[in-house]
């Protein structure tokens, strides 16, 4: 049989436009190319507007987003948030004294100052702020006359001696510490809940601002005498907030980088301009869209516009470097344009699709951070169908390559051409079209692939390391939090189970009784530091109310005895039940939030739910800092083989309707299951746990490594499907595609890669994971697809089909 034509042979020379039949090709392409100065005009107008209202842009986080709003669990926390005060979103800001303890008069006038100053911030859930100075934090005292209580701040305190020491005696009397006192009395905290929105604006609350506020407070009170320190979401985002700005420096240094690449390989300024600025204008559309959808970005969105540019310039590269070798053989530049878009229109349109619906996936997770990821991605890759597959050939039609970039192209496709003269990487590829050497490599696939697997069964859920694991172990953050874990008896990680009655139900006998069991049943559990309920503190009251005797520390029968302990600790302890006294929070704090922890206390307490709900008595999870981590990495387990099983079902689908051939569908996507096992395997031993911030990256790798398959097969099937061996099919797609796609996996690589660098420890991690999965994913298609291929596509040569020319 001869040898077939290559994909770029087949099209005739032309090179003058005027011999050109401008009505060929199919409709989509007539459509495009016979009106290109409309559509120029058309997106020129699109990237005005667009790019005017990117400039409107915010940047914000959101701690309902982070959370999966539609669970049960969190369901029932959001059903209760009214009665659960301080158990949502909050923060905890410590106050240290460097010199002496807090008892100490200018010590407590800063303390003052800092808690009037937060107390007016906008956002703040006042009633339930705690602090030495709020009228919330109370003590209660057993006397001969009788219970007293009162403010743990004395009303008439005025910096005295006498007043000290009063103060002295009620934070003792008020069991404070280790909770709001450090143990050690060198430190005290002011404990602030927040609010979903700004009540004077009615907005979203904004975490950039609240950050701004907290490192004011910082600037204005912290001295050589006075040291502050602050944990909690608002702060995390604000940190991670403000770390965005310096990724976006790393923005700029991938298109730094990308042009680079571009250049080094076509030698041609003008259109590695092009490509640049095009994937640069569908980023800038993005962002025009985001603002107009209402959307903000946030820590983990901000990544979008690199993914956009740097999937950008890959499809830009393949459509330049289909026009540069058919300039260098002499056709016109219009006339090359039209000859990449009708060879590469459909394999780019498909591999573009393959991408939103890789992205689209992520949509069946219910975390709404991750949805707003997916659907920003989604629309950012379908704006490259408009602005690099139908705009960049239009505008390489008028711009070209230059000349000397065309003629050194000839040159190498001239050398390449003569025997002995194929580029290195081709003479080492092609012999896995060869039966031993595509047998060596499925083995070797194989084992790594089992090998993979295995470890990957150690892949956990959750964060693996005490602190923020999204920033670095030595950020100021980690250090806050690493203080508070030291010098305070009580940490922030709070699981609170929502103990759920009739109105008037928790003052019970047996509702105490069942949370008392709970309580005891999560004090065995590793990890529990301290369990705090009504049902402790209905006991402590009424020992207290009968003069403190011990034989009356038990949970008493009588109904009246109950109520007055009831009626008592609503007055002085309001975050232990509501009012009504129809929802108590039982309240475990944790030593720490990692994966394993967070597990054992949801496992027990769905155990005791399951044994101990009744009718008129629920023990719902959860609320909380801890018990919504812990409903969360229930989601992200849950979601991750749903997310797998959906994105690879998708993408075949996609890459059926491309190739017709299901053989075809298995060459594509073995390679990329592969590197998803690696992917995992290589969290386990890089310690990364699966998280709301790793979710995502085995979904981009996928929807993005399938372009190496789409433009590689789509080229070998054709040549094989108009007579041409395996061999020469696969080396025509190398020589058409492959050298590109080997480019375009390190142009990728290098749009992400400068993550690594990123002050934020999460993004530094995606950085790294994506990088490897866009290097492995073109090892995997350059070489498993000639090896799969011998087995699976050599009856496409013996079966040729009519050739389907691309619309």
């Given amino acids: 049989m001869a040898a077939a034509k290559s994909a770029i042979d087949d099209m005739p020379v032309i090179g003058r436009v005027e011999d050109f039949d401008r009505s060929s090709g199919g409709f989509v392409e007539r459509a495009v190319f016979n009106y290109r100065g409309v559509l120029i005009v058309l997106c020129a107008i699109a990237t005005l507007v667009l790019g005017w209202r990117a400039t409107m842009l915010t940047v914000n986080a959101s701690f309902d987003k982070m959370i999966p709003q539609s669970h049960p669990y969190i369901r029932n926390y959001f059903d209760n948030r009214d009665a659960l005060g301080g158990l949502g979103n909050s923060v905890r800001i410590v106050v240290e004294a460097k010199n002496g303890d807090i008892f100490d008069p200018d010590y407590l006038l800063v303390l003052q100052k800092v808690n009037d100053t937060v107390f007016l911030i906008p956002g703040i859930d006042r009633p339930w702020m705690k602090s030495l100075w709020t009228p919330l934090v109370r003590w209660t005292e057993i006397t001969e006359e009788g219970l007293t209580a009162g403010a743990v701040m004395p009303e008439d305190y005025d910096g005295s001696k006498t007043s000290i020491d009063q103060l002295r005696a009620n934070v003792y009397r008020a069991g404070l510490i280790g909770d709001l006192v450090a143990n050690d009395l060198k ?244 012999p896995f079209t060869e039966r031993r050497w595509a047998t060596t490599a499925l083995v070797v696939a194989a084992v790594v692939a089992i090998a993979a697997f295995g470890i990957s069964r150690n892949l956990k859920v959750g964060d693996l390391d005490p602190g923020a694991p999204e920033l670095w172990p030595d950020s100021r953050y980690n250090k806050d939090v ?166 690879y079902g998708a993408t075949a689908l996609l890459c059926l309707i491309a190739f017709r051939s299901w053989r075809a569908v298995v060459v594509a996507i073995v390679p990329l299951m592969i590197t998803s096992l690696i992917c995992e395997a290589l969290m386990v031993e890089l310690n990364i746990g699966m998280k709301v911030a790793t979710l995502p990256v085995i979904a981009l790798g996928v929807g993005v490594g399938v372009d190496y398959a789409l433009y590689l097969l789509s080229v070998q099937l054709q040549a094989q499907r108009s007579g041409a061996s395996l061999t020469e099919a696969y080396r025509q797609a190398l020589s058409f595609t492959g050298r590109v796609v080997l480019l375009i996996g390190f142009t990728m690589a290098a749009g992400v890669v400068t993550w690594v660098w990123s002050p934020i420890k999460f993004q530094a991690n995606m950085g790294l994971l994506l990088t490897f999965m866009f290097l492995w994913n073109i090892a995997g298609a350059l070489v498993m697809i000639p090896a799969l291929s011998h087995f699976l596509l050599r009856e496409e040569t013996r079966q040729p089909r009519p050739e389907v020319v691309p619309t």
């Fill in 187 to 430: 430190s005290s905290t002011l404990f602030v809940p927040l609010l979903d929105h700004d009540p004077d604006t009615g907005l979203p609350f904004d975490y950039q601002r609240f950050a701004g506020e907290l490192q004011k407070i910082r600037t204005d009170y912290a001295s050589d005498k006075v040291a502050i320190h602050v944990i909690g979401f608002a702060q995390l985002a604000g940190d991670l907030i403000s770390g965005l700005f310096k990724v976006m420096q790393f923005f700029a240094a991938s298109v730094l980088i990308v042009a680079a690449v571009l250049f080094f390989y076509t030698r041609c300024l003008r259109s590695t301009l092009l490509v640049v600025a095009a994937a640069l204008a569908a980023v800038l559309w993005l962002l025009g869209i985001i603002q107009l959808l209402g959307f903000a970005l946030d820590p983990y969105s901000v990544l979008v516009p690199f993914l956009i540019f740097a999937i950008g310039a890959s499809h830009g590269t393949q459509k330049m470097n289909g026009i540069m070798q058919d300039v260098a053989r002499g056709t016109h530049r219009y006339v090359a344009a039209r000859y990449t878009f009708r060879r590469l229109f459909l394999a780019g349109l498909s591999a573009i699709l393959c991408n939103v619906v890789g992205f689209a996936v992520l949509m069946v997770i219910d975390i709404p951070v991750i949805r707003n990821l997916a659907l920003m991605t989604s629309i950012g890759v379908s704006i490259l169908i408009f602005v690099v597959l139908l705009l960049l050939p239009v505008l390489l039609s008028y711009v070209g390559v230059s000349p000397r970039a065309a003629k050194r192209r000839l040159e190498i496709q001239r050398k390449e051409a003569q025997p002995g003269g194929a580029p290195l990487g081709q003479r080492l590829l092609l």
């Fill in 482 to 647: 690493a203080y508070v874990n030291v010098h305070y008896g009580l940490s922030s990680d709070q699981y609170a189970v929502i103990v759920k009655t009739p109105p008037g139900g928790c003052e019970k006998f047996s509702t105490l009784v069942e949370m008392d069991r709970l309580a005891q049943t999560l004090r065995a559990v590793p990890g529990v530091q301290v369990v705090v309920s009504a049902a402790d503190a209905i006991r402590s009251t009424t020992t207290a109310l009968y003069e403190g005797s011990p034989k009356w520390l038990t949970i008493n029968r009588r109904e009246s005895v109950l109520l007055n302990a009831r009626d008592y600790m609503v007055a002085n302890s309001p975050d232990l039940t509501n009012r009504e006294c129809a929802v108590a929070p039982l309240i475990a704090y944790l030593a720490d939030h990692r994966a394993d922890t967070l597990e054992h206390v949801t496992d027990s307490v769905t155990a005791f739910a399951k044994d101990h709900d009744t009718d008129d008595l629920h023990f719902l999870p959860a609320a909380g800092s801890a018990g919504i981590q812990a409903v969360t990495n229930i989601v992200v387990r849950d979601s991750n083989r749903t997310m797998l099983f959906f994105l």
